[in-house]
């Protein structure tokens, strides 16, 4: 299995170039950004807030990194540590030097990453493909997860028909001109099209290979095994899966975890409903601090 990487230099060096640019313009206070080293290539995580308690660790979806937090990153680390990883494998600051297999490779890869960074428990936060890696890390490493909350994770159910054609028409919408992107992604419910900043870093990362893993749904005996406290968003539009019997089975396999379908709000939950995506993860976390 090969690894991701851009195709070439010219290509990583312009891509470098607007990740450096869309950093400074979207974080919000003081950072520390720092590369981690792990068996599967090197780890790039930005940390903020506090640096006592438990942090506050923010795994992005797929084709993103740690940026797509960066709403987040301000309110979160007025209350907590605060580490927004660039998965690695995904576009963004990291460097890839070994396959990610499968499912177990990527939880023993944000096992490393968390025991590089001297981080014995953590409140993961998991949106879409973040989530089942936090989901397996959890099954496979249970002692250093605090608290799970998944939003609008992959791995809980299987994907509605439409998944990908919504996901490749977001991906040409996210390269026309802003006026008719925007104009797209109220026709396609994907308010993370709205995000100009963003979808100039996308745009830029036309010439990275994306080799992953795809995101399967955890079985009945895998989400059982799930023993960390877990709080799960739902969109109710999601175009990643049906809501309701989505919730059904999370109630039915983890009957201690707390579920919410948040209303109107599609699988771009971070940008759809950011004040519910906030106050879950701070319910999370001020829960278990309590």
Not at 126 to 145: D, E, F, K, N, V
Not at 146 to 168: I, K, N
Request: hydrophobic share 45%.
């Amino acid at each position: 299995m090969r690894i991701s990487e851009f195709r070439n230099s010219k290509a990583e060096a312009r891509y470098r170039t607007a990740y450096e640019r869309a950093l400074a313009r979207l974080w919000r206070g003081e950072r520390t950004s720092v590369d981690i080293t792990t068996g599967f290539g090197t780890t790039r995580v930005h940390r903020a807030g506090t640096a006592h308690g438990e942090p506050i660790v923010l795994l992005p979806g797929s084709g993103g990194n740690s940026l797509m937090w960066h709403a987040y990153i301000e309110p979160l680390a007025a209350r907590h540590p605060v580490i927004a990883v660039d998965t690695l494998g995904e576009p963004g600051a990291g460097v890839q030097t070994s396959p990610v297999r499968d499912a177990h490779d990527a939880a023993d890869w944000l096992e490393e990453l968390l025991a590089a960074l001297d981080v014995p428990a953590a409140h993961l936060v998991g949106c879409s493909y973040g989530g089942w890696i936090a989901l397996h890390h959890q099954i496979r490493h249970p002692g250093r997860t605090a608290t799970l909350t998944l939003v609008d994770s992959a791995g809980l159910a299987d994907l509605r028909p439409g998944f990908y054609r919504w996901l490749v028409l977001g991906g040409m919408a996210a390269m026309a001109p802003r006026r008719l992107r925007h104009r797209l992604a109220r026709r396609l419910g994907n308010s993370a099209l709205l995000d100009d900043e963003l979808m100039t870093l996308l745009r830029a990362s036309t010439g990275f290979r994306r080799r992953l893993p795809l995101a399967t749904t955890l079985t009945d005996d895998e989400l059982r095994a799930v023993s960390a406290p877990v709080l799960a968003l739902l969109g109710e539009r999601s175009a990643l899966h049906d809501a309701p019997s989505t919730a059904e089975r999370l109630h039915r396999l983890l009957p201690a975890a707390e579920i919410h379908t948040v209303p109107g709000a599609g699988h771009s939950l971070t940008t759809d409903d950011p004040a519910a995506v906030l106050a879950a993860v701070l319910s999370a976390a001020s829960r278990r601090a309590s």
